[in-house]
């Protein structure tokens, strides 16, 4: 599918989604989340999600998802040069919740794209809201001027 914020387009895939959404529900209800793996265009205006990279070390509840700040900086490495893919945001999902962005979601945002080891300056956002049995709604959001806008 593809979505939109201004003149800019994100594609990702159906299957790339569901794949989310199966490793996210065995954790259900606490919440879970990972890195979004995937490569602009040459104009920077179309993002092409592929992949995802769940995360290994982190704490999680029903209301809070936190990673461990280091990246894998290994397996990202790998992945671009193999692939020519890299980190371009986070997803997590908020069971029982919207797939809305909490101001803890927010200011978690603005610190990544703060971190110098990120070389990315609009980090994306990907939000799932589930429940014990489904995929219940999902937002893309770009973090822009210190505020997530959403990908409609
Ligand atoms: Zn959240």
Redesign the pocket.
């Given at each position: 599918m593809t979505k939109h914020y201004k003149n800019l387009k994100l594609v990702v895939e159906d299957s790339l989604l569901e794949s989310i959404y199966q490793s996210s529900c065995v954790h259900y209800p606490k919440?879970y989340g990972g890195f979004l793996i995937g490569k602009y265009s040459n104009d920077f205006k179309t993002l092409y999600i592929e992949q995802s990279i769940t995360a290994e070390i982190f704490k999680s509840s029903r209301v809070e998802?936190t990673r461990e700040s280091n990246y894998l900086k290994s397996e990202f490495e790998k992945l671009f040069i193999n692939k020519g893919l890299y980190y371009v945001g986070e997803w997590?999902t908020?069971p029982d919740g919207e797939a809305w962005?909490?101001s803890?979601?927010l200011s978690a945002m603005i610190s990544i794209a703060r971190e110098k080891n990120v070389k990315i300056d609009n980090p994306i956002l990907l939000?799932l809201s589930i429940t014990s049995d489904s995929l219940k709604d999902f937002n893309f959001f770009i973090l822009n001027n210190e505020r997530l806008e959403l990908y409609e």
């Open positions: 919440e998802f997590h908020h962005y909490s803890t979601d939000i």
